[in-house]
């Protein structure tokens, strides 16, 4: 089983930064957090839980949602087993629960992961 717990959320203005860390713990059939790609995600009030970012196992390949994209980058360490979301330029409809999530393969999909946090907030006020 692969735990991940995220960290770095709280309350920022607009056009400020935050980065968000999501680190792992915990293997599966002899896997280790070096192999799963990493996303994020996140589900605003009202809304519907939405692609943030994905990372491939070694980084080398990227995917942005349109709404995050040139705003908001992510990156890992495998020596550290985290994942993080730098995220700058905020804007008030950043404003959402942001989670963390490992897949087997590479997936911009929330179907295709099969560990989650459980989620840290991210409030931008106006």
């Known amino acids: 089983q692969v735990q991940l717990v995220e960290s770095g959320g709280g309350l920022v203005q607009a056009g400020g930064s935050l980065r968000l860390s999501c680190a792992a713990s915990g293997r599966t059939s002899g896997r280790t957090f070096s192999t799963y790609a990493m996303g994020w995600f996140r589900r605003a009030p009202g809304k519907e839980r939405e692609f943030v970012a994905a990372?491939?196992?070694?980084?080398?390949?990227?995917a942005y949602a349109d709404s995050v994209k040139g705003r908001f980058t992510i990156s890992r360490d495998n020596a550290k087993n985290t994942v993080y979301l730098q995220m700058n330029s905020l804007k008030p409809e950043d404003t959402a629960v942001y989670f963390c999530a490992a897949a087997l393969s590479w997936a911009v999909d929330a179907g295709g992961y099969a560990y989650w946090g459980q989620g840290t907030q991210v409030t931008v006020s106006s």
């Open positions: 990372i491939s196992w070694g980084g080398g390949r990227t």
